[in-house]
């Protein structure tokens, strides 16, 4: 399976609309691939909390209807990363979106876990509440976005649901890229999958992002990882290597579910 993850750079002197014509580009450039992926908010940045509003748009906008263009033009799946959803009660939430090789939305993803503890992201947005996987034809894809990475339990919630190969789309700052590596890393060996991770380059909001977007396999090696500038990652992958992993190191069958809460 050859997947191509787009770690695209937000900066501030591009526009929102520039930025989507890019990426509808840099996607057509990827034709011949089974799946592309772009990485969290990257039309507006994931840490411009004062675009948010302006930028935000309703599921069905500008960004939902060029992507879905551009999954038809050059006949890829394509997780289209994420970008402000406006619901139609108000709501703002933090929206990722696959698309068919058709051009066919296959499902959009709210995000879980909102960042920012009492600022920013975690209150301007509202909370997703679904788990969302996507059968592809040759690996259901579970997909989170960035500061899931941190949530081991959802990533277990994905796997139980027949996730082999878990996206992450994320806007992930340099400051911790340290985390972001071992946490790809930790997701993909405790669940026996593949880890797809794609965030963005670039600086915004005077936050600089780390790139450094990574493929990792079931048994936790790194197949290929991205550098800190606006690059295309391109990696070929077996999706059967997960079953084959799950059967000769089970440990997924030895999981204790229903232990008892310590004594008082
Ligand atoms: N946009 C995010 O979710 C950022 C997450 C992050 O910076 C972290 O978990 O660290």
């Known amino acids: 399976m050859r997947a191509s993850l787009i770690q695209i750079a937000v900066d501030p002197d591009e526009s929102v609309n520039a930025r989507r014509q890019r990426a509808a580009s840099l996607i057509a450039a990827r034709r011949g691939a089974d799946l592309v992926v772009l990485p969290e908010l990257w039309p507006v940045g994931a840490f411009a909390y004062t675009d ?10 500008p960004t939902h209807d060029i992507m879905a263009k551009a999954a038809a033009d050059a006949g890829v799946w394509l997780h289209a990363g994420s970008f402000v959803e406006r ?16 051009g066919e939305r296959a499902a959009a993803y709210r995000k879980i ?23 592809l034809p040759q690996t259901t894809i579970g997909l989170a976005t960035c500061y899931d990475l941190r949530f081991p339990e959802m990533f277990r919630g994905l796997v139980d649901a027949g996730a082999g190969t878990l996206i992450v789309a994320a806007g992930w700052p ?21 880890v797809l991770a794609v965030g963005t380059a670039g600086t915004h909001a005077g936050i600089q992002q780390a790139g450094h977007s990574i493929v990792v396999d079931p048994w936790g090696e790194v197949l290929a990882e991205a550098g800190a500038d606006e690059e295309v990652l391109d990696v070929e992958f077996d999706p059967a290597r997960v079953a084959a992993t799950r059967e000769q190191f089970p440990a997924l069958k030895d999981r204790r579910l229903g232990l008892a809460p310590p004594r008082a």
């Open 87 to 102: 619901a139609p009660d108000g709501t703002l939430y933090n929206t990722s979106l696959v698309f068919t090789p058709e």
């Open 174 to 194: 340099e400051r911790r890229r340290a985390h972001w590596t071992l946490l790809a890393q930790a997701r993909a060996v405790e669940n026996q999958s593949y």
């Open 52 to 61: 948010f509003e302006n930028e935000a748009e309703p599921l069905q906008g």
């Open 113 to 135: 876990h909102r960042f920012g503890f009492d600022q920013g992201e975690a209150v301007m947005m509202g909370a997703g509440e679904e788990l969302v996987t996507v059968a």
